[in-house]
């Protein structure tokens, strides 16, 4: 399932206190940020919409920052979890993967990633309005910072991305279609009381709302496509490093007269994902 335990870029199979940090830090980030747009905290829009905190879940964009935060606790607990164990005892390390927390938050950990891309993408490409969408605080954080932050984790996070798991992330995108649906059958109506959540998805023309729907979770798949391809990068880099600094380690105790077997450092066995 990964290296749970720490970032992919450290050789030693102990819990780093800077890591520890990180998961700490990137938990309250997102907590802080989810607060916000929940509060409207840092938001210039003075206008007050119908109903608008209880319409807040409505939005795909907060269902990827819900999955963001929620993921981004899970990971502080369980490395924080990871500093009361040895790590040097195997066996309680296989069995750690086997905890149900760590199958979540691989669940929501790929979700959240590839969402936050998504979202990003999306807002900015097609729903961003200057005229209607003012350019505050909340709306950086809700599209912007979470793919930075995500983006950082992808590059840190020993968790793997797998192509398989891509429905995992179509699965959110087609149960998103779906209730959008029923949410405008029931009458549901956005923040500003229109009929329809994003200008796009209008269910008042429904074959279009289905086109749009089928294209948007095809769009799902070429973005977990293109994490994984960062993923397998990341594997890749990771690997040469590894390698290389192994090898110098090793010519380095051999010129001393050492033992070159135990070079200390990355070994064959410890890629991300492995």
């Given amino acids: 399932m990964g290296r749970m335990g720490g970032g992919i870029w450290q050789t030693s199979k102990q819990v780093k206190i800077i890591y520890l940090l990180y998961r700490w830090l990137a938990a309250i980030l997102f907590l802080a940020v989810l607060s916000c747009s929940l509060l409207d905290i840092g938001r210039s829009d003075t206008e ?45 390390q296989r069995l750690a993967k086997t905890r149900i927390t760590h199958r979540m938050y691989w669940v929501l950990y790929t979700i959240a990633t590839v969402y936050s891309f998504i979202v990003t993408i999306c807002y900015w490409t097609i729903v961003h309005d200057p005229e209607i969408n003012k350019l505050d605080a909340v709306n950086l954080m809700v599209h912007v910072l979470n793919s930075v932050l995500m983006l950082i984790d992808l590059a840190i996070v020993g968790q793997p991305i797998r192509l398989s798991h891509a429905y995992w992330t179509t699965g959110i995108g087609v149960i998103y279609a779906i209730f959008t649906g029923i949410y405008f059958l029931a009458g549901g109506t956005n923040r500003r009381n229109l009929e329809s959540i994003y ?16 294209c948007g979770i095809l769009f799902v798949f070429i973005v977990h496509l293109a994490v994984f391809c960062l993923y397998r990068l990341r594997v890749c880099l990771y690997t040469k490093v590894c390698i290389w600094s192994r090898n110098r380690r090793m010519k380095k105790m051999s010129s001393l007269g050492e033992d070159p077997i135990v070079a200390g450092g990355c070994t064959k066995g410890e890629l991300p994902g492995a």
Avoid at 199 to 214: N, Y
Wanted: aromatic share 16%.
């Fill in 48 to 92: 007050h919409y119908e109903h608008h905190y209880a319409k807040w879940w409505i939005y795909l964009t907060h269902w990827a920052l819900l999955a963001c935060t929620l993921q981004a606790w899970l990971a502080a607990w369980i490395v924080t979890q990871g500093m009361m164990v040895d790590r040097d005892d195997f066996e309680i």
């Fill in 199 to 214: 200008p796009l998805l209008d269910w008042r023309r429904p074959g279009k709302a289905i086109v749009i729907s089928a």
